[in-house]
């Protein structure tokens, strides 16, 4: 494990040859909604020895309809997300839009995250790298593993190594996206670790509804060849009742699969390394 993530873990007691977790909400609805997948999700990973990082998004910038629910409030949503945080001994992660949030999202986060779509946005990069702060890129869906390259060189040049790069799938036609396992070695040749996103990668976009389909069946699959190919780290998006979820309930676990789920994968990963 990178130093800087033995750093981020060193409140929590772990299998430090197991993978770990950022899990959580698609987006923050309430404050409840947080603390219930924070104690549940916090509990399993004690019991199986996963380090674990708490993810939801403050704000959903990139929504298909303009009548898509977008967030509470940027300063309300950060701060129940650092309340979360602090209340579950949990290190924390949001994704930012604009090079103006990086700063702002660095008060309050201990992992910044760059979405797919604006993995090539340089000024973001380069904001997202100033704060200091671990920066998670995620791969967007047209571009290839060692293409990422570029992107950790923007993010090395304000001399912050503190660097991970995220899989979620690649598009395929208009409706689909397919995983490319082979990028996961790939990106690990930048030195830097590589996790899976297993929610996002199980998209279909572009429905003709405007609402983001998904196949959640599949969550299991990608996840357990995601850690046969090696990732150190696995992305999942959880949610009590995925079907009234505000954000991507199409494609989040439901949080009472979470255990079983997490179960499967650290035998999984015993397995292989």
Not at 57 to 80: M, P, Q, V, W
Not at 182 to 199: A, F, L
Not at 223 to 229: G, H
């Amino acid at each position: 494990m990178k130093p800087f993530l033995t750093e981020l873990f060193k409140d929590q007691s772990y299998d430090d040859k197991n993978f770990f977790l950022i899990a959580g909400p698609c987006v923050i609805e309430s404050k409840e909604l947080l603390e219930e997948v924070a104690d549940k999700v916090s509990g399993i990973c004690r019991n199986l020895g996963i380090p674990y990082v708490f993810k939801s998004s403050y704000r959903k910038a990139n929504r298909t309809s303009a009548s898509s629910f977008t967030g509470i409030g940027d300063h309300e949503a950060l701060s129940l997300l650092k309340a979360t945080g602090e209340k579950f001994g949990l290190p924390t992660t949001s994704d930012i839009h604009a090079h103006e949030e990086a700063a702002v999202a660095a008060e309050y986060a201990d992992i910044l995250q760059i979405p797919a779509f604006l993995c090539r946005q340089t000024d973001l990069l380069i904001a997202a790298g100033e704060t200091g702060k671990i920066v998670n890129v995620k791969k967007g869906q047209f571009l290839s593993g060692p293409s990422m390259k570029f992107a950790v060189e923007k993010i090395r040049s304000t001399g912050n190594d503190k660097i991970m790069l995220t899989e979620r799938g690649t598009t395929f036609g208009y409706q689909d996206l397919v995983v490319d396992y082979r990028n996961i070695p790939w990106m690990q040749e930048h030195q830097v670790p590589v996790v899976m996103d297993v929610t996002h990668s199980l998209q279909q976009p572009n429905q003709t509804s405007g609402i983001t389909g998904g196949n959640p069946q599949l969550i299991s699959t990608i996840a357990s060849a995601a850690l046969a190919a090696g990732a150190d780290g696995l992305f999942i998006e959880t949610h009590p009742d995925p079907a009234n979820a505000k954000s991507d309930g199409a494609n989040m676990l439901r949080l009472d699969l979470m255990e079983a789920l997490l179960e499967k994968l650290v035998k999984i990963r015993k397995a292989v390394v």
